[in-house]
């Protein structure tokens, strides 16, 4: 054993630059934070230990409960639509039979992805404005009598922050199904044609279940990253908005960054992380039980 | 595949309207970009400038610094692309020795990390990056993901594939590790590079909570935090003045430019890295 480990010291030496950056640029930035968590904040860092003060105080604070409240919503409006939404592109990818237009259809919905949330909120903010052309249309065809004010109206905020994150995120989730679809047999569809299965039975009792591994795939990715929500809330973010889209992420970024109370906003940082971490944690236990059933 | 009729153009119906969402608000940017600032300010439906106009451009340029945070993201975009590829390869090759006493653990280190998002540690990574005086660099959004698990795996599973029998000689000739991973490696799993880095010139682009939390220094700002300025019309160009949308679609436009550039080369490696990630779970 000694003598192996010692025949691949070049390997450790390899991997020792990576492990020495995760410790301390992911680890350790980890630890201070429960650490400063259980510290009074001054003005020029932690000045003591307070125990769970901070925590008392997380939990007493209202603002924090709306941010938590916030998030969750957030979080499952983009889980559900942006779980269950792209299996109808992926399925509709497969009936597309000139390759170059089904390319082209890939391509354009795939293309959201890769933006940035700024330049992602800048188009809707020209396309949904108030004199812009969805308000246009809408009143052109008598649906409004006056503009929607998108992203200025607190009815409107959460589901903005979903829609355009399912928005970005369809043809992402949409190519992982259509990989899946296709490494479907057509042997077996075709022995369901002779058996005179109909389309819709073809859908439910084909390809769902083949899809159905995916979906929990795709199921967690977004769980996980959307109870972080962060970017498109805090772009979307105003005077009339903010309580209903201001994140635990957030939070923890007004409170800690801009006014410096980092005790407070390091307890409130780790309570996000138990909370999704056990919310993760769930979701894991819960198809995996699943799966194996 | 599905033979009725009615599906086949409810698929039609359903991918018109996903990619008509995309196309047509980037058609009306595009539209705005080149419209005059009066133009700019019509309500309706305006899809084709009358007449159409550089004022955007014109004042975004000349007026409004637009120039330095896009030299600044390219030099943090292309560093920090070089570096995080080099060190994620270097992971993905040590993680398939599989002889390598403690592969399991290091492996299992790697993965915890997936475990601490960015999101979460946005104040103590402040504290953290100011001890390390990295506050308004340029090195600090090269540091912040450096290399990731993800990356590290993607390159494992690509290194996987390459055959051992290829290997196994020039091992057998005395080649070093980095001999094996300069020479054998990297070149036959080039796909997998390339997808590394192709995400990653994608993030690093993109990059936007990083820049936001670490930098404050108007000569350091990237790309995507300026744009953010332009389009919130903070950075009004005088007092006088305020920004109309042209020069914010303008802007947009600008930024969409070297994406738009690169993506149909790097399309295929996109798609590809993403199935690679998702079929292997």
Same mark, same amino acid.
């Given at each position: 054993m000694l003598d192996r480990i010692r025949r691949h010291w070049m390997l450790y030496l390899l991997i020792a630059p990576i492990l020495a950056y995760f410790c301390a640029f992911l680890f350790y930035p980890m630890a201070q934070g429960i650490f400063l968590s259980t510290q009074k904040a001054g003005l020029?860092? $932690?000045?003591?230990? /307070?125990?769970?003060?901070?925590?008392?105080?997380?939990?007493?604070?209202?603002?924090?409960?709306?941010?938590?409240?916030?998030?969750? /919503?957030?979080?499952?409006?983009?889980?559900?639509? @942006? !779980?269950?939404?792209?299996?109808?592109p992926a399925i509709a990818l497969l009936q597309i039979t000139p390759d170059w237009l089904k390319r082209g259809f890939q391509t354009a919905i795939y293309t959201p992805y890769l933006l940035s949330w700024v330049i992602i909120v800048g188009i809707w903010l020209n396309t949904l404005s108030p004199v812009g052309l969805v308000n246009s249309v809408l009143e052109g065809v008598g649906l409004i009598d006056a503009p929607i004010n998108f992203f200025a109206d607190p009815f409107w905020a959460r589901p903005m922050v979903i829609g355009l994150t399912v928005w970005k995120d369809v043809g992402f989730h949409a190519l992982i199904? +259509?990989?899946?679809?296709?490494?479907?047999?057509?042997?077996?569809?075709?022995?369901?044609? /002779?058996?005179?299965?109909?389309?819709?039975?073809?859908?439910?009792?084909? #390809?769902?279940?083949?899809?159905?591994?995916?979906?929990?795939? =795709? *199921?967690?990715? !977004?769980?996980? @990253?959307?109870?972080?929500?962060f970017d498109s809330a805090f772009l979307m973010l105003? @005077?009339?908005?903010?309580?209903?889209?201001?994140?635990?992420?957030?939070f923890t970024y007004e409170r800690g960054i801009l006014n410096f109370d980092l005790g407070l906003a390091s307890a409130a940082g780790v309570v996000l992380l138990v909370v999704s971490l056990l919310i993760s944690g769930v979701a894991q236990v819960v198809t995996r039980t699943e799966r194996e059933n | 595949m599905l033979r009725s009729p009615s599906i086949r153009i409810l698929s039609y119906v359903i991918l018109l309207f996903l990619a008509g969402t995309m196309i047509i608000p980037l058609w009306t940017v595009v539209a705005t970009a080149f419209s005059t600032k009066f133009g700019s300010l019509q309500?309706?439906?305006?899809?084709? $400038?009358?007449?159409?106009?550089?004022? @955007? *451009?014109?004042?975004?340029?000349?007026?409004?610094?637009?120039?330095?945070?896009?030299?600044? !993201?390219?030099?943090?975009?292309?560093?920090? !692309?070089?570096?995080?590829?080099?060190?994620?390869?270097?992971?993905?090759? &040590?993680?398939?020795?599989?002889d390598l006493p403690g592969r399991k653990i290091i492996a299992g280190v790697i993965?915890?990390?997936?475990?601490?998002?960015?999101? &979460?540690?946005? =104040?103590?990574?402040? &504290?953290?990056?100011?001890?390390?005086?990295?506050?308004?660099?340029?090195?600090? +959004?090269?540091?912040?993901?450096?290399?990731?698990? *993800?990356?590290?795996? #993607?390159?494992?599973?690509? *290194?996987?594939?390459?055959?051992?029998?290829? =290997?196994?000689s020039a091992r057998i000739d005395g080649a070093g590790h980095v001999k094996l991973l300069k020479d054998f490696y990297l070149p036959l799993a080039l796909p997998g590079v390339v997808t590394v880095a192709a995400f990653q010139i994608v993030h690093k682009y993109n990059l936007f909570i990083e820049p936001l939390l670490f930098i404050n220094d108007p000569q350091k700002i990237t790309l995507q935090i300026a744009l953010q300025s332009v389009i919130q019309g903070e950075s009004s160009t005088s007092t006088n003045d305020f920004i109309a949308p042209n020069v914010t679609m303008a802007a947009i436009v600008v930024a969409l430019v070297p994406l738009l550039i690169f993506y149909p080369f790097m399309q295929k490696y996109l798609i590809r890295g993403l199935t690679v990630g998702g079929v292997k779970e």
């Open positions: 020029l860092g $932690p000045v003591g230990f /307070i125990g769970w003060d901070n925590y008392a105080k997380v939990f007493s604070t209202p603002a924090v409960w709306q941010a938590i409240w916030n998030t969750l /919503i957030i979080a499952a409006g983009i889980t559900i639509v @942006g !779980t269950l939404l792209p299996i109808l199904y +259509l990989a899946a679809l296709l490494s479907l047999s057509p042997d077996i569809l075709e022995a369901a044609d /002779i058996d005179g299965a109909n389309d819709y039975k073809k859908i439910r009792d084909i #390809l769902l279940p083949h899809l159905m591994p995916m979906i929990k795939v =795709v *199921f967690l990715i !977004t769980l996980l @990253g959307s109870l972080r929500t105003n @005077g009339r908005t903010a309580d209903q889209i201001r994140t635990l992420a957030i | 309500a309706g439906i305006n899809l084709w $400038p009358n007449p159409i106009s550089f004022e @955007g *451009f014109d004042t975004l340029f000349r007026r409004l610094n637009f120039v330095l945070p896009f030299a600044n !993201t390219l030099y943090v975009t292309v560093v920090g !692309t070089v570096a995080h590829v080099l060190l994620s390869a270097l992971g993905g090759y &040590v993680l398939i020795q599989e993965l915890l990390t997936l475990t601490i998002p960015t999101q &979460v540690i946005l =104040v103590p990574l402040f &504290v953290v990056f100011k001890q390390f005086m990295l506050l308004n660099t340029l090195l600090s +959004l090269i540091v912040s993901e450096l290399v990731s698990a *993800f990356s590290i795996l #993607l390159m494992k599973t690509y *290194f996987e594939q390459v055959p051992k029998s290829m =290997v196994e």
